[in-house]
C-alpha cells in the first residue's frame, strides 16, 4: 500500500507539472484558445545565381597555390593556368536552360604542398581598381538554399556564408564534395540566424556572401576542381497585412525606414 501511494503521488506530481508547463507556453496556449499566432505561409522558389557570366564572380586561393617565375617582374606569382576559373556549358539533367548561353561556373585549384588549402568563391565588383565582395541579397525569409555542384571525387568541404542584417556572418556546411558528377545539394537554413526583428518592418532579409572550399590535409595537392550552376532560394514571402501597411512601402522609398527585400520592392 505504501508504494502503491508514492506511485499515485509521484504521477500526480508529474501531470501538475505537465500542466503548468503547458499554461506557461504562451504559443500552445495561443494555438489552443484560437489566439494570434499567424502560420500562414507562401513558399516560392528564386533563382538566386545561374553562373552564367564568369565576370560576375571572383575567386580567391590561399597562400599555398601553385606559384611561377614571372621573368618580368622577378618575382614568383600565383600559376593562373593551375589556379583559375571560367565556364563551361552544360547543364545538370533536367535543369532548365535559361538564355543563350546555357553555361556553368568552373574553379580549377592546385597548390604546392598538402595542407588545409582553401579556395573563395565570390561575387564581386571593383572598388577603386580592387575587387570587393558584392554580397547578393535575397528575398522574403528564406527556409531552404539549393545549389547544383558538380564533383570530382576529391576530398573537399563545402561551405555556405551568408550575412545577416546587422553584418553578422554565418556559415553553413554543405558537406564533402567526394561524389562524382552533378548535385543537387539543399540546405535548410539554420533558425537561430535572424531574419526579422519585432519592429516595423519586420522582416530583415539574408545576404549570400561566398562559398569557401576546405582541403581535407590528406588529399592530393596538384590538381581540383568543380562546378558550380543554379543556385536557388525557398522563401516565405508572405506579407502580413495591417490598417496603415502602405506606411511601410512609403517609408522606405522615402529613406524613412530600412528597406525589406519581398516581392514587393
Known sequence: MKRTGKLCTLFILVMLISVVGFVGDSSLVAQFSGGPVNKTQNIQTFVLNSFEDPAEWRVDFSMYAAKKFNATSK??????????????????????????????????GGFDRKGYNWIE??????????????????????????????????????????????GYKHVIDAGWLNFVGWRNIRLSVPRHIPQGEKYVPRLKTLRFEKFVLL????????????????????????MERFDGDDLVEQGFKAGWMPKQETLKQ
Open 75 to 108: 618575382q614568383f606569382e600565383v600559376d593562373r593556368e593551375r589556379n583559375t576559373w571560367t565556364n563551361f556549358v552544360g547543364k545538370p539533367w533536367g535543369v532548365a536552360i535559361e538564355g543563350p548561353t546555357n553555361r556553368c561556373l568552373a574553379v580549377k
Open 215 to 238: 582541403a581535407n590535409p590528406g588529399e592530393r595537392e596538384d590538381i581540383f576542381y568543380v562546378y558550380f550552376d543554379r543556385m536557388q532560394i525557398q522563401s516565405d514571402v508572405y
Open 121 to 166: 568563391v565570390y561575387p564581386y565588383k571593383t572598388v577603386n581598381g580592387k575587387a570587393e565582395i558584392k554580397p547578393l541579397p535575397m528575398i522574403g525569409k528564406v527556409e531552404a538554399i539549393d545549389v547544383w555542384v558538380w564533383g570530382g571525387n576529391f576530398q573537399w568541404r563545402l561551405e555556405l556564408h551568408l550575412l545577416d542584417y546587422l
